[in-house]
């Protein structure tokens, strides 16, 4: 009886902890760390208005990439994620608003990037 007690605590235990990080498809705009802080503190309008030129220059692209959301929230991505942001900024053609669809697990202010796409 105990030892059911304990695989069943461990199972519980271990599904809880799965929660912690959720898949998610994550809409919004594809920013660089270092220029977040004006998405941040001006909205959509400054998200959209951050151009490929810059997200591409030496400094933005040492500082990392990520996503200002839809509802207005910063997720950082992983290195694997930067990687994958970086490519498709100088695959694309688009000059700003870099509208992006990112999918991954999401813990915290992370997103471990799975796919990314740019609109």
Same mark, same amino acid.
Request: net charge positive.
């Given at each position: 009886? =105990?030892?059911?007690?304990?695989?069943l605590c461990s199972i519980? $235990? $271990?599904a809880s902890l799965a929660g912690t990080a959720s898949a998610a498809d994550v809409k919004g705009i594809l920013m660089d760390k270092m220029c977040?802080?004006? &998405? *941040?503190t001006g909205g959509? /309008?400054?998200?959209?208005e951050h151009d490929r030129e810059c997200a591409l220059t030496t400094a933005c692209q040492k500082s990392? @990439?990520? *996503? @200002? =959301? =839809?509802?207005?929230k910063w997720l950082?991505?992983?290195?694997?994620g930067n990687e #994958? &942001?970086?490519?498709? $900024? /100088?695959?694309? #053609?688009?000059t700003d608003n870099l509208a992006v669809t990112v999918t991954g697990d999401v813990t915290g202010d992370t997103?471990? *990037?799975?796919?990314?796409?740019l609109q």
């Open positions: 009886m =105990t030892k059911s007690i304990r695989t519980i $235990l $271990l977040s802080a004006k &998405a *941040v959509q /309008k400054a998200a959209a990392g @990439y990520g *996503v @200002y =959301t =839809t509802d207005n950082a991505f992983d290195a694997a #994958k &942001a970086l490519a498709a $900024l /100088k695959a694309s #053609k688009k997103i471990k *990037v799975a796919s990314l796409k």
